[in-house]
T-cell receptor, first 114, second 111 residues
Framework: GAGVSQTPSNKVTEKGKYVELRCDPISGHTALYWYRQSLGQGPEFLIYFQGTGAADDSGLPNDRFFAVRPEGSVSTLKIQRTERGDSAVYLC????????????FGEGSRLTVL | GESVGLHLPTLSVQEGDNSIINCAYSNSASDYFIWYKQESGKGPQFIIDIRSNMDKRQGQRVTVLLNKTVKHLSLQIAATQPGDSAVYFCAENIGDYKLSFGAGTTVTVRA
């Protein structure tokens, strides 16, 4: 596809459940980022991948959050034992280089934890 | 229309007028700044960027001004159009790859 694709676009789950959010970056983009956006706020950094490895996961709020990018393309953000406070839009972005430049964002996955 | 002061969450502007959106950044070591536009239900979209060795940069209908002395950034939109209605975020580079976003300003264009 031409842009960053994220699935699902909406996910409603119950407290305590496990969720996976998928990101398919722009072809050829080696850098991939996950951000979280709460209502009325700007995006907050979660994790950055350069290739297959997580170069910086300092933004992950706790050990219930984990992300992988096994083949250096598609990435999955995994959240265990979801809590109501995890409700937010999870944005994925990709870029050509590791230097923060023009990030291309997907439309996000809106997670609602009941 | 102008968001007066360092930051206001909303800005209402008459179609055809110029808009000025202000942003204060926190890290004096930041060397790269970006403005993003986010429409409802979509991800942020790159508008324009500026590096710290510049004071001004112009794009199509947009101009970004950087004042490092007071750590202030502004986005000017000329001849604002209905399609400019969105939330605008400034972001600063706080590491080679990490961006810190402001809270955003919602711009509403009145017909």
């Amino acid at each position: 596809g031409a842009g960053v694709s994220q699935t699902p676009s909406n996910k409603v789950t119950e407290k305590g459940k496990y969720v996976e959010l998928r990101c398919d970056p722009i072809s050829g983009h080696t850098a991939l980022y996950w951000y979280r956006q709460s209502l009325g706020q700007g995006p907050e950094f979660l994790i950055y991948f350069q290739g297959t490895g997580a170069a910086d996961d300092s933004g992950l709020p706790n050990d219930r959050f984990f992300a992988v990018r096994p083949e250096g393309s598609v990435s999955t953000l995994k959240i265990q034992r979801t809590e109501r406070g995890d409700s937010a839009v999870y944005l994925c972005a990709s870029s050509l280089s590791e230097r923060a430049g023009e990030l291309f964002f997907g439309e996000g996955s809106r997670l609602t934890v009941l | 229309g102008e968001s007066v002061g360092l930051h206001l969450p909303t800005l209402s502007v008459q179609e055809g007028d110029n808009s000025i959106i202000n942003c204060a950044y926190s890290n004096s070591a930041s060397d790269y700044f970006i403005w993003y536009k986010q429409e409802s239900g979509k991800g942020p979209q790159f508008i324009i960027d500026i590096r710290s060795n510049m004071d001004k940069r112009q794009g199509q209908r947009v101009t970004v001004l950087l004042n490092k002395t007071v750590k202030h950034l502004s986005l000017q939109i000329a001849a604002t159009q209905p399609g400019d209605s969105a939330v605008y975020f400034c972001a600063e580079n706080i590491g080679d790859y990490k961006l810190s976003f402001g809270a955003g300003t919602t711009v509403t264009v009145r017909a």
